[in-house]
């Protein structure tokens, strides 16, 4: 039997508090939700204390120049996210039924996620189905965890160390990693470069190319190569680490079908070492537990066709 207070406490919440604890959250601090959803920051303070009140417990420490949010909160942030997913898929599932499949795919991506299989699926999947709406978010690989973890996205695309508890996982393609540098690197032009003169040279870098990380085999190509140890410059997306090496910060790694235009162009010069080079999965994310909605289900199902009918070397991309 259900105690009065818990009884009482879903009919006394302001339910628009939770979602502007979930904002604070994620933006991390009072003043940068305040900004995010066009609010002032004595609006904000005042929604987290009366959330605060509501619940009983102290969800974030507000000390000057820290922010951290409080086991209580952490827990709270978690449920919030979940009805918040749960929340986001109601008008795609008011779709079912209708004669013309509707609805809305929220994909989350890695930046600069290029397969032709995965387009070609987009493509006839929007041609069957012209009134399916998507929107495509580019995140780092953990907050794609994150958001398919916590219901608030239809399908991830990302890297992954390890399969995470309760998700689905599969390989949607592979890439090799080779190191190159940009027109203004004196390496650039020359005719023949041995693996000896790349010692001790500048780089940049994915945040993710750590001990344990996703892209563990590209900082071990790093090594291969005796780069200098640290980084010139940093960067979780693709396009901005190309403009560094373009810029010449430093000599960085780039998926070699992504970087072949701009070879052929000649805005990149790859580097050696050319064999051996770390082969890297970019995995489709989905979450068993979601309730799909038609359009996502039938989108899903025309991915699952391809993964099941091309073979993963013809998903591998040179």
Request: net charge neutral.
């Amino acid at each position: 039997m259900a105690k009065p207070y818990e009884q009482r406490f879903p009919w006394h919440l302001d339910w628009n508090l939770l979602r502007t604890f979930m904002v604070v959250v994620e933006q991390r601090g009072i003043s940068r939700a305040a900004d995010f959803l066009g609010l002032k920051q004595p609006t904000i303070s005042s929604a987290l204390k009366r959330l605060e009140d509501t619940a009983g417990h102290q969800l974030i420490v507000r000390k000057s120049n820290e922010f951290k949010v409080t086991r209580a909160g952490q827990l709270l942030y978690a449920e919030c996210s979940s009805i918040f997913g749960a929340v986001s898929q109601l008008p795609s599932l008011l779709e079912t039924g209708t004669e013309d499949l509707r609805g809305h795919i929220s994909i989350v991506t890695t930046s600069h996620v290029i397969s032709d299989h995965f387009d070609e699926v987009l493509h006839r999947f929007v041609t069957r189905h012209p009134k399916v709406s998507f929107s495509f978010t580019v995140a780092e690989s953990d907050e794609i965890v994150s958001r398919v973890s916590q219901n608030r996205a239809s399908l991830g695309i990302c890297l992954l160390h390890k399969i995470p508890a309760g998700l689905k996982a599969d390989v949607l393609y592979r890439e090799y990693f080779g190191l190159f540098c940009g027109p203004k690197h004196w390496l650039f032009g020359r005719d023949m470069i041995p693996l000896s003169e790349l010692e001790g040279e500048r780089s940049v870098s994915f945040q993710t190319e750590t001990d344990g990380g996703p892209l563990e085999p590209v900082a071990k190509l790093r090594m291969r190569a005796k780069i200098a140890t640290g980084w010139s410059g940093v960067s979780s997306n693709l396009h901005e680490l190309r403009r560094m090496i373009v810029a010449n910060i430093g000599i960085g790694a780039l998926p070699l079908h992504v970087a072949k235009r701009d070879v052929d162009l000649g805005r990149l010069r790859q580097l050696p070492p050319y064999d051996a080079l770390p082969l890297v999965s970019i995995y489709l994310l989905t979450n068993p537990r979601r309730k799909l909605s038609e359009a996502e289900a039938g989108f899903l199902t025309m991915c699952d066709e391809m993964l099941s009918s091309v073979d993963l070397e013809l998903r591998t991309y040179r």
